[in-house]
């Protein structure tokens, strides 16, 4: 193992902090804004990740770039419009993640735009800019698995709550009267894509489509060039 592959698991505990922190408080900030501050009350708006980790979902995020963080509490019979609360609530967190890439792309970018950026980059030398640049590799692409990763419309995901908006009190019941089936089913799903060859992995596909398509918005800063 090379000084690059040593910072990149810093990197990735790095992010991992900085990223389950926004995603969640993205949550509760969007339930409070709509008129439940469950989670505001639990202290569940922080950027203290201790707040949000959970084990399981934290080791997955390091090691896969894919996972989840504690469930943010929220009551949306408090809301005034319950569906489309929770939906919001739910849709907060893969958005605020989104944005986060952005950012991260956009800073990546401006600081390879420089010189020093680029000797950085390049150089054999471990450097604090390096430190930053790979840092910033790992916001970007975390933060957009971790949205992606949210979005997949099965429970406890954020994705299942955003489709809840579309269905009915029925669909509802029939949720609450087969949990215990759709737990196992949740525990094998994760064991597939956690294990899965990246060429059969849809989330791959995903997560590399929307890296190109964030990347274009930044495309407009131009590389600085040296010789590279």
């Known amino acids: 193992m090379d000084i690059y592959d ?4 810093f990197a990735r505990i790095a992010t991992l902090l900085l990223v389950i922190p926004i995603h969640e408080s993205a949550h509760a900030l969007m339930a409070k804004w709509l008129g439940d501050d469950t989670a505001e009350r639990q202290g569940r ?6 707040a949000h ?86 916001l970007f692409q975390v933060n957009i698995g971790l949205a992606l990763f949210n979005l997949i419309p099965f429970p406890p995901l954020d994705g299942f709550n955003v489709l809840r908006y579309f269905t009915s009190d029925k669909f509802d019941r029939w949720f609450y009267q087969h949990q215990r089936e759709v737990s196992i089913g949740f525990f094998v799903f994760i064991l597939v894509i956690t294990y899965i060859p990246s060429r059969f992995n849809p989330l791959y596909y995903a ?17 600085a060039k040296w010789g590279y």
């Open 53 to 138: 980790l959970d084990p399981l979902g934290s080791l997955l995020m390091i090691f896969t770039g894919f996972g989840w963080a504690k469930p943010v509490p929220v009551n949306p019979v408090r809301m005034k419009k319950y569906r489309a609360g929770f939906a919001l609530t739910a849709l907060a967190g893969p958005v605020s993640n989104l944005i986060a890439a952005y950012l991260a792309g956009l800073a990546y970018a401006i600081i390879l735009c420089t010189r020093s950026g680029l000797d950085a980059l390049y150089s054999a030398k471990v450097t604090p800019l390096l430190c930053v640049i790979i840092l910033l590799q790992y």
């Open 45 to 50: 708006i922080s950027l203290n990740p201790m």
């Open 6 to 9: 040593v910072l990149s698991y």
């Open 207 to 223: 997560r590399s489509a929307v890296s190109d398509l964030l990347w274009k918005t930044v495309s407009w800063i131009p590389k």
